[in-house]
């Protein structure tokens, strides 16, 4: 198993542009989240899917996501600000069973500039 | 709404001596589950221990046990016999409505020889 792979792992993109980056699971999670990490934040919760076919929007515009099978859950910068400079990591999860939930499996992450 | 916080953004430890990383949450639901990483400097996320909210005894995994309060809403990490690769940010987090994970503003623990 490869787990979550992202694609690409740096990225520079100039205000306006946009992109799409790439995540992808090979272990049938259901679940799939886009978080971005900046200093002394944490990580932030930026769009949820908790099945092909549904996503959830959990910040202001700026994003988009489509999930449109169990795999592939790709993230795209509609018009690139600076503001979007960050590194931002995929994660994938079996959905929860009864009282448990269970880890998230995270990608290596990529690291994008906007200039 | 749900909230994750860690007051040390950063904290030193001696190496083989025990370290307690601090962590606070916030929920109104019954059934969450709490967890945490570790982020060395290579920026991998790294599962290290997960605790239920039903669960009546603390977790433990190896070196890593979680100090479970339930009732004052804290999951402390504890890491007992520290070694030099224990340096790293670690992240506390836990699960909201629909899985959703939240996460806290990490701790930058760093281990001396």
């Known amino acids: 198993n490869a787990g979550v792979t992202q694609t690409p792992k740096f990225h520079i993109l100039k205000t306006g542009q946009s992109m799409t980056l790439q995540c992808a699971q090979d272990?049938?999670?259901?679940?799939m989240s886009w978080y971005r990490q900046d200093p002394g934040m944490g990580l932030r919760l930026i769009y949820y899917s908790a099945a092909a076919g549904t996503t959830d929007k959990e910040v202001p515009n700026g994003y988009n996501v489509s999930r449109l099978n169990t795999e592939d859950f790709p993230l795209r910068l509609v018009s690139a600000a600076p503001s979007q400079t960050s590194v931002y990591l995929c994660?994938?999860?079996?959905?929860?069973?009864?009282?448990?939930?269970?880890?998230?499996?995270f990608g290596p992450g990529t690291r994008l500039t906007v200039t | 709404a749900q909230k994750i916080t860690q007051t040390q953004p950063g904290m030193f430890v001696q190496e083989k001596e025990a370290v307690t990383l601090d962590c606070t949450y916030d929920t109104s639901d019954q059934s969450y589950g709490l967890f945490w990483y570790k982020q060395p400097s290579s920026g991998e996320m790294i599962f290290l221990i997960y605790q239920g909210s039903y669960d009546e005894q603390n977790a433990t995994e190896g070196r890593y046990s979680l100090n479970f309060q339930k009732a004052r809403k804290s999951a402390n990490l504890v890491i007992s016999a520290s070694q030099l690769g224990d340096s790293a940010m670690y992240f506390c987090a836990m699960t909201g409505r629909g899985g959703k994970l939240i996460f806290g503003q990490g701790t930058e623990l760093s281990v001396k020889p």
């Open positions: 994660a994938s999860s079996p959905p929860p069973w009864g009282k448990i939930t269970y880890e998230q499996y």
């Open positions: 272990m049938n999670h259901g679940y």
